[in-house]
């Protein structure tokens, strides 16, 4: 290679000999990056071998969740000899998508086998993605098609018990989204202009910000006393026709003192969080194409299905794996490096000779407590009953909130979630039977969209995920991550490295298990090129 003459061609040599990761720290070192930013991924080449003349080596992955499928992915990218362990009969991990004939048994020993109709799905685990998360990017690489996730309907249902006047009420979302804007757009227009914001504001501003409050709650002006009356966002009680009919507003608006106790307004927040602002995504045909094309990607001969992991060893020279592979058998899998994504509570459950203070790190990661319950319907009531496409009903029942599909929209049948929830109302609907969670969550839902909820049910499939062999929670939380546990994840153990979206700060997102494979791909390639 020719000496470097400037600081283009340094660069350069950097970027070829210690990859992407390296290159960015140098930049960062002589000013020429932040040094603080994550470096834009590169994903490894042949090349790098090839320029370098160092050899490939080998790469044992623990789990074919989206994390070990994406690490593989990108590995094979460059010619690594790489292999999947994956204890499920399939691929995706908690990137589960549940259809007629799915058959699983828990931990708790029930069985339940799906009697879904034909093009009829629950996503039992992620089913959205947001607009500028990684995962569309890799949607539109592995050539997965996707369609809209309605994540917010104007025309979905808060039902609140225990709130006052409004108790066990179903309030549509516009009318809730009205009344809660109109209210607190009242309260500060006479606040502003009776002067109590006249050391923050200038005259100027205090008029300016009337003007907006006007408009954003839709309330009177100075002379009507900025009062809020209720308007058409309200929604119709007759909806505007022909001829003569203008409609029927859906008025008087509730009493501001009922607003405020009915707790509607503390679900609109979410609207605006980065990871749930609409538009959002889905993949077509279920959340599980993502899984089965990075399977398609990294060829289902470098997958064993079945395997489900006895003990690891680092033996320094490269990593042993013992797992029971098909008809219970004890088989060895040997590589130069390991990558396991196998979460935490199950993991360190594993025998391994991993070191105190990694045993320690995957014992202080919480499992979190989630479920779903998916309900077939003969008809889709929702659409020709109620008007709803897609969306969610919040409540504060412990079913937490129904899904609407954002799919088969007039089709002949469809699937509601008739709960996602999380924490002690999971671990509630977990201690369940599968019949007892269906009847359950039907009971509370009747109480929203009556009877129709009961009499029209088809059939239901349900997931208890910390009751889900293999995963044993819907997620982790870390009680903090300054406590050297989280970062002790983040680097290898030996020849031992760690990915998954519990090592991120998209924990619960795929796109977290993306960018900590690419992160665990980016070290790992720079530790072969530089060794």
Known sequence: ???????????????????????????????????????????????????????????????????????????????????????????????????????????????????????????????????????????????????????????????????????????????????????????????????????????????????????????????????????????????????????????????????????????????????????????????????????DAVGGERITYGAEVRSITDKGSGVEVVYTGPGGRLSVASADFCVCTIPPQVLVKIPSNLTPAVKDALAYAQPVSTGKIGLQYGRRWWEEDDKIYSGITNTNLDLSTIWYPSYGYHGAKGIVVGYYNFGGNADAYSALTPAERQARAIEQGVKIHGEKYRTELETAFSVAWRRTRYSEGGWVSWPSRTSGHYGRLLEPDGNVYFAGDHLSYYIAWQAGAFESARKVVTDLHTRVLSS
């Not at 590169?42 to 074919?64: C, K, M, N, W, Y």
């Not at 048994?105 to 500028?132: E, M, V």
Request: aromatic residues 10%.
């Open 1 to 295: 290679m020719a000496i470097p003459q400037t600081r283009r061609q340094f660069l350069q040599a950097v970027g070829v000999t210690g990859g992407a990761g390296v290159l960015y720290s140098t930049m960062g070192a002589l000013g020429l990056a932040p040094a603080h930013a994550s470096p834009p991924f590169r994903a490894p080449r042949e090349s790098d071998f090839t320029l370098t003349g160092r050899a490939h080596r080998s790469v044992l992955i623990l789990g074919a969740g989206i994390a070990g499928l994406a690490t593989a992915y990108e590995l094979r990218k460059a010619g690594y000899k790489v292999r999947i362990l994956e204890a499920r009969k399939r691929p995706g991990g908690r990137n589960w998508t549940v259809r007629g004939g799915t058959v699983e048994t828990d931990l708790d020993g029930h069985t339940q086998r799906a009697r879904y109709a034909k093009g009829q799905y629950l996503n039992a685990g992620p089913a959205r993605i947001a607009q500028h998360m990684v995962t569309l990017d890799y949607c539109r690489e592995l050539g997965v098609p996707i369609e809209m996730f309605g994540n917010q309907n104007a025309d979905g249902y808060y039902y609140n018990e225990g709130v006052g006047a409004l108790s066990a009420t179903p309030i549509r979302h516009r009318t809730a989204k009205a009344d809660v804007y109109g209210y607190v757009s009242e309260l500060l227009a006479k606040a502003t202009d009776q002067g109590a914001l006249d050391g923050q504001l200038t005259s100027d501003d205090k008029e300016r910000l009337l003007a907006f409050l006007r408009n954003f709650g839709s309330i009177g002006g100075r002379a009507d006393g900025w009062k809020y009356t209720g308007s058409t966002r309200r929604g119709y009680l007759v909806d505007p026709g022909a001829g003569t009919e203008a409609g029927t507003p859906n008025l008087p608006p509730y009493a501001l003192s009922d607003v405020l106790a009915s707790g509607v307004g503390q679900y609109f927040s979410f609207e605006f969080g980065w990871d749930q602002a609409m538009l959002m995504f889905q993949p077509v045909g279920g959340m599980d194409r993502i899984a089965y094309a990075l399977e």
